[in-house]
Each structure stands twice: as C-alpha cells, then as structure tokens.
C-alpha cells in the first residue's frame, strides 16, 4: 500500500514538474552510429522538420530505438541539414569572389559618373555582407585548426619551447642609453625606468 502510494506522488510530482516547466509530452529516441555500436539517445518531440536548428535544440537524450518512420524523419532531416549547411555555410569563397566583383563595379561606375543613393546603400551591403563572411571563415578555419591541434596533439612540444625561449633573449633588454650613458644590469635598468 505505502509502495503504490509513493510512486502515485512521484508520479504526480513529476507530472507537475513537466506542466510548471510548460514542456510537452516528448517522445524518447536512440538509434546506432557507425560500426562500433555506440547508442546516441535523443529526446524528441513534435519538431517541424524543415528547421533543423530548433530539432537540433529540442534533443537531449532517450531510452528507446527509432522506429521506420522516425528513421525515415531522420534521413528527410540529413538532408534539410545539408542544404541548409551549404546555403548558410557552403560556397564561402564563392559568395565572397562575387561580393567582391560587385563591390568593385560599383567604385568603377563611381569614379566614371557617380552612385544613385540605391547604389551607395547596396555597395554598403555588400560590405557588411563581405565582411561576415571573412570573419566567418576565419573563425571557422581557427576552430578547425584548434581542433586538429587538440585531436593531434603537440607532438613538438621542445621545438616550440624553444622558440618561446629564443624570443624572449631576444625581446631581453641587456642596456638602456640614457643622458648620462649606457646603463647595464637589472638592477641598474630598473631604477631608470621606474
């Protein structure tokens, strides 16, 4: 009798937890990457598909398989993500090249007979779009370099110690010129300069 009467409150508590959280009713998911069988769980509600990022948010983690049609969601899912991955990320270089190109039509039909305010306001788009995407791709290429370095390691670690070291011989200050001549030693250094 105390058992069912405990996990009723339970229930119940947790019931009231998930109506204060304002969340729904989520379905549970996990399904199998690769050859090594490592179960990835999610946690699944009714997501419209066609935006990945907020499917993306809504995952945490699950205790059940995926069925066919969630499988089949799945793939639909992959595929959305790729398109969107390439407009919003893909063809960087490109986009770039060709903001580029207008951006320099635009300086060349202003020095031969000036800009329409439009033209000012697009050449300024263009700009700002530009750099974006410049600032985009270099902290992409910085993740990916910090990525390979962490996956990697530093395997060479003494050649970097040593050029920290050289620089900082090089960076030392052995003499100061002052009014009064050459000042050498630390000690010296320290009380003209401070």
Partial sequence: DSIDARSGRQTERKARRVRAAGKA??????FKFGSTGRKKRVRTQEVDYSDPLRYLRSTTRATRLLTASEEVKLK?????????NLEVYGEKDFKIKNLRKEIE?????????????????NRKNYFVELWRLLKSKDALRFQQSRANWLK???A???????CVKRRGKCNAIKALRTDEGW????????????
Avoid: P, R
Avoid at 25 to 30: H, K, L, P, W
Avoid at 105 to 121: A, I, P, W, Y
Avoid at 156 to 162: E, R
């Fill in 25 to 30: 009713a989520t379905n549970v998911v996990s």
């Fill in 152 to 154: 990697q390691g530093d």
């Fill in 76 to 84: 639909g899912l992959k595929e959305v993500i790729k398109k969107w």
């Fill in 105 to 121: 039509q635009l300086d060349l039909k202003s020095e031969e007979v000036g800009l329409s305010e439009m033209e000012v306001l």
């Fill in 156 to 162: 060479n670690t003494s050649y970097f110690h040593a």
């Fill in 183 to 194: 000042v050498e030693g630390v000690h010296s250094i320290k009380t003209e300069t401070v």
